[in-house]
């Protein structure tokens, strides 16, 4: 995103449906059921690994120095973004996530900009590897659009 010359900005937060903020991956059961797996984890909280996840992608699409990691302090021109994932479902050949997103401005007069949209991955099973890949892949189409949504937002001249 060669044209991006909006402030830096950091995820400040992100939240998941109740029913995936644990540690088990969940994967769909043969009858279309989603099953809690005995054996497959995620590495640590789900809103904690989409939360570096979503930072990567955003990293990976604005240029370098735009994008704080959430652990690092957050500059006062920076832009805070706060996520919250409304829904994520699985069938046996697509992912879906429904998500919100608010980006608010630290310093300046400019408005937060408020967004909802949905996000579709096919699957070619339902097992706990693919419902990970599923989860990253619906997180970087989340960084795409949060990207473009960030750039509406202008660096103050005394920066440019």
Do not use: C
């Amino acid at each position: 995103m060669d044209s991006y010359r909006a402030p830096a900005l950091r995820v400040d937060t992100l939240s998941v449906p109740a029913g995936w903020d644990r540690s088990e991956i969940l994967a769909l059961s043969a009858d279309g059921i989603l099953e809690i797996s005995d054996f497959d984890h995620w590495s640590a909280p789900l809103p904690q690994i989409a939360m570096q996840a979503l930072s990567e992608d955003l990293d990976l699409r604005l240029p370098p120095g735009s994008v704080i990691y959430p652990r690092l302090p957050k500059p006062n021109a920076a832009l805070g973004v706060s996520v919250d994932i409304l829904e994520f479902s699985i069938t046996a050949s697509q992912a879906s996530m429904q998500a919100s997103w608010l980006i608010v401005p630290t310093g300046g007069s400019a408005s937060a900009k408020r967004s909802v949209a949905s996000f579709h991955d096919a699957m070619s099973s339902a097992q706990p590897s693919a419902v990970a890949r599923a989860w990253s892949e619906l997180i970087g189409q989340l960084a795409e659009r949060i990207a473009a949504d960030a750039a509406a937002f202008k660096l103050p001249p005394s920066q440019e």
